[in-house]
């Protein structure tokens, strides 16, 4: 196994670890702050296994992250950031379709960030993205990562579960 491979996928664990945190924060500014290490470890792991258009897209998402942190993702800006992921992402696609998935899960879960206030659809917008990520990490052979995602993706429903059963509990009690 090539040390590039090694190395991407060490740091491809680092950042779906951070996801996994960001799932159970209950508020927006706790979630993007976990959200913005999993871009950090997300851009060098996709150094070091090749996937370029990937790369592009987590740098664009950092910008966004660390925006959306601190409250300032305006729509010029959402929009901005959207032309150019999609743009550069296409450039820089050395993946044909799969370098594609990146593109797709960056620009929707932007749109997310921008219209909702609410971590409940955020994780709707976490299970879709990191689905996305699971077929373009097996395609680039990042295993841990693939696995990661799926077991994210099933954390993060349980989560949106939990959370439903919360929401109840508590209109319940308001309505009472």
């Known amino acids: 196994m090539e040390l590039s491979l090694i190395i991407g996928n060490i740091f491809s664990f680092f950042a779906v670890t951070c996801v996994g945190v960001s799932v159970i924060k209950k508020n927006k500014k706790n979630f993007m702050y976990w959200q913005i290490g999993e871009t950090l470890f997300g851009m060098f792991a996709n150094i070091f296994l090749y996937a370029y258009s990937a ?34 992402g296409l450039y ?10 990146p593109i797709i899960a960056s620009v929707s879960y932007t749109i997310c960030i921008y219209i909702t206030k609410n971590e409940q659809q955020m994780r709707y917008a976490t299970v879709l993205n990191m689905f996305l990520w699971f077929i373009h990490d097996m395609y680039i052979q990042a295993y841990p990562s693939a696995i990661a995602n799926i077991i994210l993706c099933i954390w993060t429903i349980i989560q949106i579960f939990k959370n439903k059963k919360f929401y109840i509990k508590t209109t319940v009690k308001v309505l009472e």
């Open 55 to 88: 790369l592009i897209i987590s740098i664009i998402c950092l910008i966004r992250n660390i925006l959306s942190y601190k409250n300032i993702l305006t729509k010029n800006i959402t929009t901005i950031l959207l032309v150019i992921s999609i743009i550069a």
């Open 92 to 101: 820089a696609n050395n993946l044909g379709i799969i370098g594609i998935l």
